[in-house]
């Protein structure tokens, strides 16, 4: 069920190069969300812009929902304007999250991907359930200096143990983010029970594929423009193997990899 209601912004605080963590008052809402979920917001209390922008949950905290952005255009441009005390319009939790339920999966994120996966992070430590995680940036300077766990500022990739990779190899290992990744599905003995990922659509892709070579289940989490959010548009659509589409905000985001026709994408 999504709940519509006009959240409090509590902080709208820098956190990285263009990137933003935002707090909301919305108990109704953080209570049922799920990682993987999203909302749809609309980035200032005024008519302009009229359509919302959709932003995946990044964790819970009692009754706040936090949201982590990065700034790209107009809308989230404004929304980096947001003052605490201001409120917003929001919707959700929406869409399909992550299945958790796979013995010691993988958690793959690339850039802001790691939005999402964190949530699915924090939910598999509070249960004690075991899991791997990647992390895949450009360089250095893009790291985002939150950890929602201890609200400390430290990196995640210290401390959780990320398996990180950059571009530049300015931190972790030089390259990609699906070549630890390979080497972890190669070890058979260490084979996750399924492969969680979110990331922009040329890492998904690649992601997907290692996954089918080695016979790997995978979760991806797709991001494709949305205009409503709820099903009615279609903006959202994604190609599905055997023709037709599949809605992200309804099928997904979060879609089994083996349903999207990754050709055409
Ligand atoms: C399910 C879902 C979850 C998302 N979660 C997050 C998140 O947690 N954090 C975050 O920073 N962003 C997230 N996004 C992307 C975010 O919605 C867009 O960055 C935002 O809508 C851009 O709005 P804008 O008005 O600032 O930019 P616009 O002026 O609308 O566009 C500026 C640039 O951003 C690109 N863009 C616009 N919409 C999207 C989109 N949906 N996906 C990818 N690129 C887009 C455009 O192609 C353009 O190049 C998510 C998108 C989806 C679909
Ligand atoms: S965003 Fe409108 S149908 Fe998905």
Redesign the pocket.
């Known amino acids: 069920m999504s709940i519509s209601l006009k959240a409090k912004v509590m902080s709208n605080q820098p956190v990285g190069p263009e990137i933003f963590l935002l707090t909301l008052e919305a108990p109704a809402i953080a209570d049922a969300a799920r990682p993987g979920q ?1 909302v749809m917001l609309r980035v200032s209390p005024g008519p302009d ?1 009229l359509l919302a ?4 949950i ?1 964790g819970v905290e009692g009754g706040k929902l936090l ?11 404004l929304l980096a304007q947001a003052r605490p005390g201001s409120e917003l319009l929001v919707w959700g939790p929406l ?1 399909r999250g992550f299945d958790l339920a796979a013995e010691r999966p993988a958690l793959v994120a690339g850039g ?1 991907g790691i ?2 996966l964190a949530f699915a992070a924090e939910r598999l430590e509070e249960r004690g359930a075991a899991f791997d995680a990647f992390y895949g940036l450009a360089s250095k300077e893009a790291f985002i200096a939150w950890d929602s766990v201890s609200g400390d500022g430290a990196f995640f990739l210290e401390d959780w143990g990320w398996n990180g990779a950059s571009e530049d190899g300015s931190v972790g290992l030089h390259g990609l983010v699906t070549e630890p990744l390979r080497t972890r599905l190669e070890q058979d003995g260490e084979r996750p029970g399924a492969v969680l990922a979110c990331g922009p659509l040329p890492m998904l892709k690649a992601v997907a594929l290692l996954c089918a070579e080695f016979e790997v289940a995978c979760q991806t989490s797709l ?4 205009a409503c959010g709820v099903g009615a548009c279609l903006g ?1 659509a994604i190609p599905s193997v055997g023709g037709g589409y599949l809605r ?1 905000c309804q099928e997904g ?1 979060v879609m089994d990899a083996s349903l999207v026709d990754w050709k055409k994408i």
């Open positions: 999203f812009p922008r959709p932003f995946s990044h949201i982590l952005y990065q700034v790209k255009g107009k809308g989230t441009k869409g802001m939005a999402p991001e494709a423009p949305m959202c992200a985001p």
